[in-house]
């Protein structure tokens, strides 16, 4: 049986190349096509340029954790620490992914300078994906659009053009990701046609990004500091009007009339404000001091681990690149096309 079948696939091997032969003049018409392809394919396909660019997002610990914010805890108890805000979790480190396309921040850091001039990163993407010229020619635009850096606004065919290029840029250009779910190391690459805009757009974003994501973070303990700072600063001055309103009740007593008990009163009622004043500006001071603490504690790190260096690595592909690579196809080709053609000959079929 093994054998029957092994003498079968041998026949059927024979014919099937006896039969291309009769067919290699179709053969070389559709190698010398395929092979013309993958030359006009390397030579016209756009060239695109990638801005690699690596960081690290280092968290806040838990309110309930080890070190500083831990022995704090222990100290005042964790519900003073979560009203200043130590145990907030805006945003963690997953989301500075999704964070990074936000329509908004791709916005801004289109609309920054591409070199000394007003010319915006919008201006060089549009016109390097030739954009530009497919408005002026379109019957909707028709008109040369700018995205200067000196305009405080757009109109509306201009807004809605800028969208379009953000929504190409987050669907084409932009990915952002992992490399070891492991670890808190991201990585955003950003593909252009533009090596510099490639690598502005990158770097801009990223900072931008992380602005963003730490002002986020912090928001909330940052807007306790300065309502402490604000207490303690009016508590201050009232403690030293306090003060001085003490002094001075204690020098007149030292003239006073026996029998004006009052002034006696009211020395001794300055002098216990003047204790509770300072003993409540103490207490303020006490805990903005452990607001800071915690604000440096929920403070995240981004660090840039890579950053882009010009020149950029391209998609470039040579022309005997594209040669070798039309030839190849061409042959998956050939041997489709004609396997549906042959038919196998009467005596291989009786086998």
């Known amino acids: 049986m093994k054998?029957?079948?092994?003498?079968?696939?041998?026949?059927l091997f024979r014919e099937y190349i006896t039969?291309?032969?009769?067919?290699?003049?179709?053969?070389?018409?559709?190698?010398?096509?395929?092979?013309?392809?993958?030359?006009?394919?390397?030579?016209?396909?756009?060239i695109k340029y990638t801005a690699r660019s690596s960081f690290v997002v280092e968290d806040s610990k838990s309110i309930g954790g080890s070190g500083l914010m831990g022995a704090l805890s222990g100290q005042f108890g964790s519900e003073i620490l979560n009203v200043l805000g130590a145990g907030s979790n805006l945003l963690s480190g997953e989301n500075i992914i999704e964070l990074s396309k936000s329509r908004s921040l791709i916005r801004k850091t289109l609309l920054t300078p591409y070199d000394s001039t007003q010319y915006s990163l919008a201006d060089k993407y549009a016109e390097t994906s030739l954009l530009k010229k497919k408005w002026k020619k379109s019957k909707k635009v028709g008109t040369w659009i700018s995205f200067s850096t000196e305009k405080?606004?757009?109109?509306?065919?201009?807004?809605?053009?800028?969208?379009?290029?953000?929504?190409?840029?987050?669907?084409?250009?932009?990915?952002?990701?992992?490399?070891?779910?492991?670890?808190?190391?991201?990585?955003?690459?950003?593909?252009?046609?533009?090596?510099q805009l490639a690598n502005l757009f990158c770097q801009r974003l990223l900072n931008k990004t992380s602005d963003l994501y730490i002002e986020a973070k912090t928001k909330r303990i940052r807007g306790n500091i300065n309502r402490l700072q604000s207490l303690a600063d009016s508590l201050q001055d009232y403690a030293n009007g306090r003060i001085k309103k003490s002094l001075t009740s204690n020098f007149r007593l030292l003239d006073i009339n026996p029998q004006y008990l009052s002034e006696s009163v009211n020395s001794r009622i300055d002098e216990r404000e003047e204790v509770l004043?300072?003993?409540?500006?103490?207490?303020?001071?006490?805990?903005?001091?452990?607001?800071?603490?915690?604000?440096?504690?929920?403070?995240?790190?981004?660090?840039?681990?890579?950053?882009?260096?010009?020149?950029?690595?391209?998609?470039?592909?040579?022309?005997?690149?594209?040669?070798?690579g039309g030839i190849l196809t061409g042959v998956v080709i050939n041997i489709l096309l004609f396997a549906f053609i042959f038919a196998p000959s009467q005596t291989v079929q009786k086998l």
């Open 19 to 46: 039969f291309l032969m009769t067919k290699k003049r179709a053969i070389l018409y559709i190698m010398i096509s395929f092979a013309g392809l993958g030359i006009l394919v390397a030579l016209l396909r756009p």
């Open 277 to 324: 004043s300072s003993a409540v500006y103490a207490e303020i001071l006490k805990n903005l001091e452990i607001s800071k603490v915690s604000l440096l504690q929920e403070t995240p790190t981004i660090q840039l681990v890579d950053t882009p260096i010009i020149p950029l690595p391209d998609n470039k592909i040579e022309w005997h690149e594209g040669l070798i």
């Open 3 to 11: 054998s029957s079948i092994y003498q079968l696939s041998v026949k």
């Open 152 to 195: 405080k606004s757009f109109t509306r065919t201009e807004d809605s053009l800028l969208n379009n290029i953000i929504d190409r840029i987050i669907k084409k250009d932009i990915r952002v990701f992992k490399p070891d779910r492991r670890l808190s190391l991201f990585e955003i690459n950003i593909t252009m046609r533009d090596d």
